[in-house]
């Protein structure tokens, strides 16, 4: 099985940053390989945040995070990076790293990892 390991989050005060890491034991750039970043607030159901296709490296951000938080992937360190400044208390959440052979767009993703928390403080 892909194995998703999340690491970076934290507490923060509103403005800061954080970077999270997601090392993967399983790592592809097929044509419509792709790796997501997925936040989910207490009581609110899970979002996608960021996701890069990692053959072509074509991102994608959900539109409260653009301009803020960048994706960005390794290949040869089978890794995905989430670089996230000027951090908001809305952004508080767990963060969950995921994976798709078939992307393109928020769904399809069948490996997650365990997740990181991001607190940030206003």
């Known amino acids: 099985q892909v194995q998703l390991v999340e690491s970076g989050g934290g507490s923060v005060e509103a403005g800061g940053s954080l970077k999270l890491s997601c090392a993967a034991s399983?790592?592809?750039?097929?044509?419509?390989?792709?790796m997501a970043w997925f936040r989910q607030a207490p009581g609110k159901e899970r979002e996608g945040v960021a996701r890069?296709?990692?053959?072509?490296?074509?991102?994608y951000y959900t539109d409260s995070v653009k301009g803020r938080f960048t994706i960005s992937r390794d290949n040869a360190k089978n890794t995905v990076y989430l670089q996230m400044n000027s951090l908001k208390s809305e952004d508080t959440g767990l963060y969950y790293c995921?994976?798709?052979?078939?992307?393109?767009?928020?769904?399809?993703?069948?490996?997650w990892g365990q997740g990181t928390q991001v607190t940030v403080s206003s």
């Open positions: 890069i296709a990692t053959g072509s490296g074509n991102t």
């Open positions: 399983a790592y592809t750039t097929g044509p419509r390989a792709c």
């Open positions: 995921a994976t798709s052979g078939d992307g393109g767009t928020w769904y399809g993703f069948g490996f």
